[in-house]
């Protein structure tokens, strides 16, 4: 069935101006960058915005304009209402037959519920809690979830995309503990939507890549919540799908998540290959951020392995490619990693090297600079800076910190940032008669009884 077509986005035109769609692009890069948001702009995303096909931008492009265009909403901007676009696409692309409670009508329209990701995006900005957002969270199909349509289409492949950006955002919010388990769900569904095939080769290559990003996606909330185990498992499985399909991009995704995990496992070795790994399948895309996440990735490697050369020569090589700034082929996932992260990924190797002073400097950098939108980032990173601080011989700016974290964790739940700053509470025993000391410690057992 033919698509409806799009209604040109002309007041987005009009604030272009006379810049060329390539010059507009490095605007938005530059402005994202400016906030800790790595944006994939080129002139064919604004070319998609000024068509209309992007109807919608995604919550980091959308802080990104308003972050060019103070003062304005993303109406101004001359976007509908967010809880208005899948409604509407849905109301104008009626199924042509009747649809079974598989979902086994259009190819292009079945198996999808046009309300699961409003309800989720309602819940997310409306700033409730994680448990809230958590019950929102799926990726299900109409009917008998157990069945899938007989050939997956466009829409299916958008709603897996969707419950990657979805489940990011969250994480951002909240940490992983309360999503973990149901962010299984729409995992399932995406890779039973894979295996029922699409019906294009460029829609398989979508769900193909989606599926491997979710698989990413859930074994880093595995990962953040202490399930070591697990996180290992889905990091294979992305793995295993990128190789399937040639995807070098999301192989290079798998490969920096599994470093991270072999790192934070004490398999440093496993940290360096996978890093290197990742790296060599990242070389032809074009993202010198990309590399230099990758490099700070070895960097940690070496770290735990005491090879200070190494660990420099991989952060020199992290400074130098990230020095380069955003390019058109970053990935989006990658929007969490700007000025902060890589600080923050420094101090990591500093604090391994046994130079808690200096890990301390970059963790507080890290910790000032991370956009506070991103709540778990900022309670990791003060986290962290509160364990270096006790360790670098300054207690009571370590309790401090502390109490900055603890203000944080109604929100935030994650078990590393919970396991983080336990392990600095256990550091400042022997210095709790100090005041601060002392009633940052009251407030984390307190903390630790609920």
């Not at 890069?29 to 702009?41: F, P």
């Not at 599994?258 to 934070?264: G, K, N, P, T, V």
């Not at 700053?421 to 630790?448: E, I, K, M, N, Y």
Request: glycine share 10%.
């Amino acid at each position: 069935m033919a698509a409806s077509p799009h209604s040109p986005n002309s007041t987005f035109r009009r604030l272009r101006g006379q810049h060329s769609p390539a010059e507009f692009a490095a605007l938005v890069r530059r402005a994202g960058r400016e906030i800790g948001e790595t944006v994939s702009c080129d002139a064919r995303y604004i070319g998609r915005v000024e068509s209309g096909e992007i109807r919608c931008p995604n919550y980091a492009y959308e802080r990104v304009f308003l972050r060019m265009f103070p003062g304005r909403t993303l109406a101004d901007l001359g976007f509908p209402p967010r809880e208005a676009v899948r409604g509407r696409a849905a109301q104008r692309e009626p199924s042509p037959t009747p649809r079974s409670p598989a979902g086994t009508g259009s190819g292009t329209g079945a198996g999808t519920s046009p309300k699961e990701s409003d309800v989720l995006r309602r819940a997310f900005m409306a700033g409730g809690s994680a448990t809230v957002a958590v019950a929102t969270l799926g990726l299900a199909l109409p009917g008998d979830t157990r069945r899938t349509p007989s050939r997956a289409g466009e829409a299916e492949a958008e709603a897996v995309e969707e419950s990657v950006r979805q489940i990011r955002l969250l994480d951002d919010r909240h940490g992983a503990d309360a999503l973990y388990r149901k962010a299984a769900e729409p995992l399932r569904t995406a890779y039973a939507l894979l295996d029922a095939g699409a019906t294009r080769q460029s829609t398989e290559d979508r769900l193909h890549a989606g599926a491997g990003e979710l698989a990413v996606s859930v074994g880093w909330l595995a990962h953040d919540s202490g399930r070591f185990d697990d996180a290992r498992s889905h990091y294979a499985e992305a793995l295993a799908t990128a190789r399937v399909s040639g995807n070098p991009g999301l192989e290079a995704h798998a490969f920096s998540n599994m470093s991270f995990l072999a790192r934070d496992c004490g398999r440093s070795r496993e940290a360096v290959r996978a890093a290197q790994a990742g790296g060599r399948a990242a070389r032809s895309l074009g993202s010198p951020r990309l590399l230099s996440l990758l490099a700070l990735r070895e960097a940690g490697g070496w770290a735990g392995l005491a090879d200070r050369r190494a660990c420099e020569e991989a952060l020199a090589r992290a400074h130098t490619d990230f020095a380069k700034g955003g390019a058109a082929a970053d990935p989006e996932w990658m929007s969490f990693f700007g000025e902060a992260e890589l600080e923050s990924l420094e101090a990591r190797c500093w604090s391994a090297l046994g130079e808690h002073a200096r890990a301390a400097r970059h963790a507080r950098r890290a910790a000032d600079l991370q956009d506070p939108h991103f709540a778990r980032n900022v309670a990791l990173y003060t986290a962290e800076l509160a364990g270096d601080l006790a360790r670098a011989g300054a207690p009571d700016e370590a309790a401090w910190a502390g109490a900055r974290v603890l203000d944080l964790l109604d929100e935030v739940q994650s078990t590393r940032v919970r396991s983080t700053l336990a392990g600095t509470a256990r550091g400042l025993v022997p210095h709790q008669r100090s005041p601060r000391v002392h009633a940052f410690l009251a407030r984390h057992a307190d903390l630790a009884e609920v």
